[in-house]
């Protein structure tokens, strides 16, 4: 039933169409199909002019130098031929790139700026075509080779990294760097400028343990690294806090004096990590009183300086900064 429907609605169509039968229809569509090849074999066979895309290939550039603005691809020939000869050079992928041989080019002087006119290759592009493709013009007209001259420089690595610590945690000693100074090579005014070899940024999250992570140098352009990746490694750490009492010692104290501090201790706080807490000692902290800092006429109070700390502790502080103290005068002893 259905298929009756369908080869009634065809036929209403064709009729529409003004065919009778659809062997009409189908001989129509063949005279249209040869027409269509027709009319394309006579407008190929038409001389036209057209713009093409033909690749270049710089060699033997100079080794001890560096091209600081990046030469063309392709270099654009304006040809005149007919239809079937230009075809197939509209696509750029069937030609083979032209080679620009710089060691050939007599007149460059080993300047680091040189202006090559294109114009001066048109017949050795010509004599790429055959005889019935003419080359008419090139673009662009000139061809500019911009050299810098190539040093080294010995640059600290810096790692750009972000990261939060979780509570009571703590980068224990320096971050560590492997290697922490790489070569940096490349064109001297761009290396004159650099003072750090700067990683890719990495976002290390939260730590609450040793991290170890691979970072990978952030490109810079035409310049190149003796290394391209380094080793980062953060010793975090566990902490607790805890305070001290210290007692304080004077210096530079007449023989005939002596002195009481009020008080004479100070109050020392400080950080370590769990490994090193039971490590950390009183004696370890130096308070000292310098009695050349004061002047006896006006001063009631003497500051106080801790000049020595264990290295394993870190984020100290301590009070008092300043004491109270008694002067008396030390008694003779007599003589037997």
């Known amino acids: 039933m259905e298929e009756n429907k369908t080869r009634k609605k065809s036929k209403d169509i064709l009729k529409f169409l003004g065919f009778r039968t659809r062997k009409n229809f189908i001989i129509f569509l063949v005279f249209v199909l040869v027409s269509s090849v027709f009319w394309f074999l006579i407008a190929l066979s038409k001389e036209y002019t057209t713009t093409i895309s033909y690749p270049v290939k710089f060699t033997s550039l100079p080794k001890d130098r560096i091209l600081v603005e990046k030469l063309p691809e392709n270099i654009q020939l304006q040809i005149a031929g007919n ?4 075809l197939k050079y509209e696509f750029s992928g069937f030609i083979f790139p032209y080679i620009i041989d710089y060691s050939k080019i007599s007149n460059h002087n080993h300047s680091n700026h040189f202006h090559l006119q294109t114009t001066t290759l048109l017949n050795q592009f010509r004599q790429k075509f055959p005889s019935n493709v003419t080359v008419q013009d090139i673009f662009p007209k000139t061809l500019t080779f911009t050299f810098s001259s190539m040093i080294k420089k010995k640059l600290p690595v810096e790692a750009n990294i972000l990261y939060r ?5 703590v980068v224990h000693d320096k971050v560590l760097i492997s290697p922490n100074y790489v070569i940096a090579k490349g064109p001297k005014a761009i290396i004159d400028t650099m003072k750090v070899a700067k990683t890719e940024q990495y976002d290390l999250k939260i730590l609450d343990k040793p991290i170890k992570k691979i970072l990978s140098l952030k490109k810079t352009k035409l310049v190149s690294y003796s290394a391209d990746k380094v080793v980062l490694f953060l010793n975090v750490q566990q ?3 805890s305070v001290i009492k210290v007692p304080i010692v ?5 023989d005939s004096l002596s002195i009481k501090f009020i008080p004479d201790k100070i109050s020392v706080r400080y950080k370590s990590t ?16 310098n009695f050349s800092s004061i002047t006896l006429s006006k001063d009631t ?5 801790l000049e020595e700390t264990p290295k394993e502790a870190f984020d100290i502080s301590f009070s008092p900064k ?7 005068q030390k ?4 003589n037997d």
Do not use: C
């Open 301 to 305: 109070k003497i500051p106080i300086v």
């Open 331 to 334: 008694q003779k002893k007599e």
């Open 165 to 169: 610590l979780a509570k009571q945690y």
């Open 250 to 254: 004077i210096k530079n104290m007449p």
């Open 322 to 328: 300043k004491v109270s103290f008694l002067l008396s």
């Open 274 to 289: 769990l490994d090193h807490f039971k490590e950390i000692l009183p004696k370890q902290f130096k308070a000292i009183a």
């Open 239 to 241: 902490y607790t806090e």
């Open 83 to 86: 239809g079937f000869d230009l």
